[in-house]
């Protein structure tokens, strides 16, 4: 059993920056696509940003140049840097560890862009 813990979330006025984080416990973390994914209030969760084993990413067009997601495999843990934030950005992000064999999430963290 794979838990993943989110922290650094919050409040932040437009234009903003905040840094997420996402530590994972166990042993299949560098084998793992780690993911954030967002679900604004009264909407569907949707892919933010994902990164492979192999560190390829890939970036929803609403945050490309905007957010970048990196992954540090010696401390488990995935992070979401996240510029210029906008009031749509505002949700709760998640993340999220994969593979053909599982799919994990963590609790979420809240995100508040005030404009």
């Known amino acids: 059993q794979v838990q993943l813990v989110e922290s650094g979330g919050g409040w932040v006025q437009a234009g903003g920056s905040l840094k997420l984080s996402c530590a994972a416990s166990?042993?299949?973390?560098?084998?793992?696509?780690m993911a954030w994914y967002r679900q604004p209030p009264g909407k569907q969760r949707e892919l933010v940003a994902d990164?492979?084993?192999?560190?390829?990413?890939n970036y929803a067009d609403s945050v490309k140049g905007r957010f970048t997601i990196s992954r540090d495999n010696a401390k488990n843990t995935v992070y979401l840097q996240m510029n210029s934030l906008k009031p749509e950005d505002t949700a709760v992000y998640y993340c999220?560890?994969?593979?053909?064999?599982?799919?994990?999430w963590g609790q979420g963290t809240q995100v508040t862009v005030s404009s």
């Open positions: 166990g042993s299949i973390f560098s084998f793992s696509t």
């Open positions: 990164i492979t084993s192999g560190f390829s990413t």
């Open positions: 999220n560890s994969r593979s053909w064999t599982y799919d994990y």
